[in-house]
């Protein structure tokens, strides 16, 4: 069973914006922590933003103020919005879900397949 779908992702160039939305099934999106990771070629995953189920955020030092993490609970997806984008910023964008608030890659539960982001300079 898919438990997270991921779309969103694209070519952009520095400068631009994209939302990443992640669907979720029943089951991973009411664990108590969601994120999103990335990782782009010959580097570590890194995770990018959280979001708990109490609303509670979370930002890496490199997207803080240029990236939000949100939720829509009717369709039970998180989002991404992404703004000021940098060639740095290029990576595959995974979204996670995970039954403690850690969120971190070691205690995720649930991964998505990945959404391709490239930043162009």
């Known amino acids: 069973e898919v438990h997270l779908a991921e779309s969103g992702g694209g070519s952009v160039q520095a400068g631009g914006s994209l939302r990443l939305s992640c669907t979720a099934s029943?089951?991973?999106?009411?664990?108590?922590?969601m994120a999103w990771f990335r990782q782009a070629p010959g580097k570590e995953r890194e995770r990018v933003a959280l979001?708990?189920?109490?609303?509670?955020?979370n930002y890496a030092d490199s997207v803080k103020g240029r990236f939000t993490v949100s939720k829509d609970n009717a369709k039970r997806t998180l989002f991404l919005q992404m703004n000021s984008l940098n060639p740095e910023d290029t990576a595959m964008y995974s979204c996670a879900a995970d039954v403690t608030a850690e969120c971190s890659e070691r205690s995720i539960l649930y991964w998505g397949q990945g959404t391709q982001v490239t930043v162009s300079s």
């Open positions: 029943t089951y991973a999106y009411n664990t108590y922590c």
């Open positions: 979001i708990r189920r109490d609303g509670s955020t």
